[in-house]
């Protein structure tokens, strides 16, 4: 007499999500977890940030031998498909660094799954399965990583920032049926490997992701569809919900809009971009892509970034990107340029460097050398008038301007006096500007770089 054993594999997906954002629980309320010897979280200030920029990331340090663990109830992984998704940022990659693991028996194989950083490349094993990541990772930067199993293809294919980074065919499946789940630390035979550095926003679900989702997961920030009846909602992968103010829905080009009234108290807000900025100093690619059916034409600002580590101050000013583009020089029409080279000669003509703004500081100062030393470079012979302002909302001072002309410089008090006898310096775009910095009831720096030729 024999006997054969079969296994069935269920068809419900079951998913588990933990964002960390100063919590042990699962998103969906299942697969809560505890701290392993005193683990942590990124604190909300901090300089590198989690990835997703509400919340705060899983911190952990190797030496201390700490981690995330589940324990209950039981996530089975075996004979089915299942993809695992997170955010990592390493500070130690030398040797193997346990990111997710669930184990039956250590030495037994297809029994033990580990999910790791194995000489600075991504590792993956359900014990004496393996793949291997080709790409070398780096010290102190974001990555996305993913791991998928298909079951019907018997593939196990690893992901780095969105993009396939190794494959292998033919990989039977994990089998491992009981274990608790293991992130930060991983069971390597009779080791067990510690992460360094922080994790974030870990997702499991039982389905094999397609390549396409992966993507999206690694490559977008938010999409915002303004669609009834949650219309700033964040449709993405990282739930940057926005706020609005004083704006109205409306049909748009896509079912619903946003109307913005193209006053101080309408808009629309988001906070936790910082891959954004990250990328634009560090000469990463992005995009942004939107429908607009502008009811005015004449100077309108539609995105502002401002890089900040909080969404209620930003006392200090990272990095300054410019809410204009430079579409006239010395008379010469740039419409036709490429953005890139707009981008250029708005550089070569003024720079904001990363730091504090100081200009509140030196406000009885009357030296343009000083001013030309902060930004690093003289200012051009051929850019006649810039205009400086710095504001501290709730502030009780006045609003201070910095005026350069030919060379020569004064203080000035922002003033209807001063726009009625300088409106040819001034257009009316600059002045509403002004004037709804001075309404806004968030404390934050701003600064405008205003350029003329006149």
């Not at 018997?154 to 065919?169: P, T």
């Not at 930060?184 to 499991?204: H, K």
Request: charged share 15%.
């Amino acid at each position: 007499t024999s006997t054969t054993a079969t296994t069935t594999v269920s068809s419900r997906n079951v998913s588990a999500y933990w964002t960390f954002d100063g919590t042990i629980a699962d998103f969906y309320g299942v697969y809560g977890g505890q701290l392993i010897n005193s683990a942590g979280y990124t604190s909300s200030g901090s300089t590198t940030q989690p990835y997703v920029g509400h919340g705060r990331a899983l911190s952990l340090t190797s030496s201390s031998t700490q981690s995330f663990l589940v324990s209950t109830p039981f996530f089975d992984l075996s004979y089915t498909s299942f993809t695992i998704e997170a955010w990592i940022y390493s500070t130690l990659l030398t040797g193997d660094h346990g990111i997710f693991g669930q184990c039956q028996c250590a030495t037994c194989e297809n029994q033990c799954f580990y999910l790791i950083i194995r000489n600075s490349r991504l590792y993956i094993d359900f014990t004496s399965n393996y793949l291997s990541g080709s790409t070398t990772l780096s010290n102190g930067t974001w990555y996305h990583i993913a791991f998928v199993y298909n079951y019907e293809t018997r593939q196990q294919i690893l992901y780095l920032n969105g993009i396939q980074d190794a494959v292998k065919s033919s990989a039977q499946p994990y089998q491992g049926q009981n274990g608790s789940i293991h992130i930060g630390s991983t069971q390597v035979y009779s080791t067990t490997n510690y992460y360094n550095g922080f994790i974030d926003n870990v997702l499991v679900t039982t389905r094999a992701k397609s390549s396409t989702e992966i993507l999206r997961d690694a490559s977008l920030m938010a999409y915002y569809s303004f669609d009834l009846p949650n219309p700033t909602v964040d449709s993405g992968p990282n739930g940057l919900d926005g706020t609005s103010n004083n704006t109205v829905t409306v049909t748009g080009y896509i079912n619903q809009a946003m109307r913005i009234l193209g006053t101080s108290t309408s808009y629309f807000r988001a906070y936790g971009f910082y891959q954004i900025p990250y990328g634009i100093t560090t000469n990463k690619p992005f995009s942004m892509a939107l429908w607009i059916n502008p009811l005015s034409i004449s100077n309108v600002a539609i995105i502002q970034m401002i890089w900040s580590t909080s969404s209620s101050s930003c006392e200090t000013l990272l990095v300054c990107i410019f809410a204009f583009d430079l579409l006239y020089l010395n008379g010469e029409s740039l419409v036709e340029k490429p953005f890139r080279e707009r981008r250029r000669l708005l550089h070569e003509s003024i720079r904001c460097i990363p730091g504090e703004l100081v200009f509140a500081e030196s406000r009885t100062t009357s030296n343009i050398d000083e001013i030309n030393m902060y930004l690093e470079q003289s200012v051009k012979d051929d850019c006649k008038v810039i205009f400086f302002a710095c504001f501290i909302r709730n502030s009780n001072d006045d609003k201070m301007i910095k005026h350069i002309d030919n060379n020569k410089h004064s203080n000035l008090i922002l003033n209807d006096k001063f726009f009625h006898l300088n409106r040819d310096r001034f257009n009316q775009l600059n002045k509403v500007q002004l004037k709804e910095a001075r309404q806004q009831s968030l404390k934050e720096i701003k600064m405008w770089s205003i350029i003329y030729d006149v």
